[in-house]
């Protein structure tokens, strides 16, 4: 079985940082891509930015300039560095790991941890 298991959230005033992780363990042979996306009360859950095997990345517009995707391979972990963050950024995070156990698709979802941006 492949486990997600996500960390860092929390409470952040405007303008402040936060940095969440992301590991992946079990039965994987190769993960692909990874990723975090977000979802508001009251909104649909929507892609933050992804992360390539070869470490090319994609943001949300929203986003761009402000947060910062990594992994580390070797560890099977993914970072999402948020700075400079907004109200509009509350939302609870899930991270998402896409690979492969042999022949077997793998395509798997973190728990959510909450991220509340507020004074």
């Known amino acids: 079985q492949v486990q997600l298991v996500e960390s860092g959230g929390g409470l952040v005033q405007p303008g402040g940082s936060l940095r969440l992780s992301c590991a992946a363990s079990?039965?994987?042979?190769?993960?692909?891509?990874m990723g975090w996306y977000r979802q508001a009360p009251g909104k649909q859950r929507e892609l933050v930015a992804i992360i390539s095997r070869d470490s090319s990345t994609n943001y949300a517009d929203s986003v761009k300039g402000r947060f910062t995707i990594s992994r580390d391979n070797a560890k099977n972990t993914v970072y999402l560095q948020m700075n400079s963050l907004k109200p509009e950024d509350t939302a609870v995070y899930y991270c998402?790991?896409?690979?492969?156990?042999?022949?077997?698709?793998?395509?798997?979802w973190g728990q959510g941890t909450q991220v509340t941006v507020s004074s």
């Open positions: 079990g039965s994987i042979s190769s993960i692909n891509d």
């Open positions: 998402n790991v896409k690979g492969l156990n042999g022949w077997i698709r793998i395509d798997r």
